[in-house]
């Protein structure tokens, strides 16, 4: 079967494959648009593959490989992240090219023993050594914990380009289009933030000493393992405040209200809350029904949004199980610098409401309160209090 293949410099080709079957990112993440798996090739006096793809993708991906190389031997694999949607090919490359020298860094070498048994033919690199393939440097930079401890960068001297592991991706797949000259980017704004707000967005304090490390760099194209290639100085810049802002906790105006509802009364009391925010002048308002939307399109929200209002049921004496849910991934990304409200319903013990407000504490969150809690449907005088509660979220983010 034989490609067209992009050219992304000269010598530097996009050897990338799309899947459009897999229903969930790492088994957790639902991925409607699919997702790319990016890895790129560089034929110069020596060849360099960097990263590879998904194991599920590799015979498509093999003779992508070997087309490009049009009968060179392949001298160099590059392993900047050992995550098996990208280290799945190093198997079958090997195979291929038994003197291939596979590149990566002690952490990557663990990995990959853990993974594959694999002990031969490696060369290690450390902080800011380089590799010749002629033309073409290749500079190694360390990026621990973006967001597995072996990630390292490589970044291409002569054209500038930063190969970034999982950092700067995104949900969705390449249609046709690459790189930004080429693609609308407008569908991939929100996978953009959804990515790094499930994927990276527990690790930020190491996102941000990377991006120092490239603050002065000249940088002209951004080529992440999943999604767009960024060759657009505009672009790039963008991606970078992107980076920045969701790393420092930056948010916008706004607030995310998520409810767990039986049978509408939590419900209920969200709207309540949502209508009087909206009086006080808040235009940013989301409201996420927890059994109905995945928590990381929820998440993606809190990470734009300052305010957060969750709302439960109680149910068997504890948090409604999909409100749970979604606590649990918050407290395990350990987001900060949010203002917090929470409500609850019960029938006959409540006990969601005391939880919310825990978990409140918890976070260390600027709290609105009190909690309010309702038994059975909405009346009167948990009905102003949810008004009340709007109120003072809407002072807060004024201020």
């Known amino acids: 079967m034989i490609k067209k293949i992009p050219q992304l410099r000269p010598n530097l080709f996009y050897v990338g494959v799309n899947d459009r079957k897999k229903a969930l990112f790492e088994n957790i993440w639902p991925i409607e648009s699919g997702v790319a798996y990016n890895s790129y090739l560089i034929t110069d006096e020596k060849t360099a593959l960097i990263d590879t793809v998904d194991s599920n993708m590799i015979m498509d991906y093999l003779a992508t490989v070997q087309q490009c190389l049009n009968g060179k031997t392949l001298d160099y694999v590059i392993i900047n992240h050992m995550e098996p949607d990208h280290c799945g090919g190093i198997q079958i490359i090997k195979k291929y090219y038994p003197e291939v020298k596979i590149v990566g860094n002690k952490k990557t070498f663990e990995i990959l023993h853990n993974f594959y048994g694999i002990e031969d033919g490696l060369l290690e690199v450390k902080e800011g050594e380089e590799l010749s393939l002629g033309v073409h440097t290749l500079k190694f930079f360390m990026a621990p914990m973006v967001h ?48 790094y707000s499930n994927i990276v967005g527990k690790f930020s304090n190491p996102v941000q000493a990377v991006l120092k490390k490239f603050k002065s760099m000249p940088i002209k194209m951004v080529a992440s393992t999943h999604g767009p290639i960024f060759k657009k100085h505009d672009n790039i810049w963008k991606l970078f405040s992107l980076y920045d802002k969701l790393s420092r906790n930056e948010t916008d105006t706004g607030v995310v209200i998520a409810f767990a509802s039986m049978y509408g009364n939590t419900e209920a009391m969200a709207d309540v809350i949502a209508r009087e925010l909206s009086e006080q002048g808040i235009v940013n308002i989301k409201i996420y029904d927890v059994s109905k939307t995945h928590p990381s399109y929820i998440i993606r929200d809190i990470f734009k949004y300052k305010g957060l209002i969750l709302g439960s049921s109680t149910y068997n004496l504890d948090l409604h199980p999909n409100m749970e849910a979604l606590v649990s991934k918050l407290e395990g990304i350990g987001i900060k610098n949010h203002i917090y409200g929470c409500f609850g319903t019960y029938s006959w013990a409540g006990k969601a409401a005391k939880k919310l407000e825990e978990f409140g504490h918890r976070t260390g969150w600027d709290m609105v309160g009190p909690t309010i809690e309702e038994k059975g449907s909405l009346k009167i005088e948990k009905f102003t209090e949810c008004v009340a509660m709007a109120y003072a979220m809407a002072e807060k983010l004024k201020q």
């Open 148 to 195: 597995w401890p072996e990630v390292m960068m490589t970044y291409e001297l002569k054209d500038h380009t930063l190969f970034t592991a999982d950092a700067f991706g995104s949900f969705g797949t390449l249609d046709g289009g690459i790189t930004d000259e080429e693609l609308n980017l407008s569908f991939y704004e929100d996978e953009f933030i959804r990515y």
